[in-house]
């Protein structure tokens, strides 16, 4: 199974967006799976902005 999906969380770990394009369904599993991953990202990135 492949496919694409797109989430969006600010520095608060608030999801902001997600986008799934597509008929094929998801499971709710791999949804939190990417929004846990999403989380630990936005955190990382936002400290990079933030020290430079």
Known sequence: MTG???AT???NGDVCA???PGEQ???Q???M???KLAHVK???ITAKIKDA
């Open 42 to 44: 936005a955190g990382d």
């Open 9 to 11: 969380l600010n520095a």
């Open 25 to 27: 369904g998801i499971f």
């Open 4 to 6: 694409r999906m797109t």
């Open 18 to 20: 997600i986008q799934k």
């Open 33 to 35: 799976h990417c929004l």
């Open 29 to 31: 599993q791999i949804i």
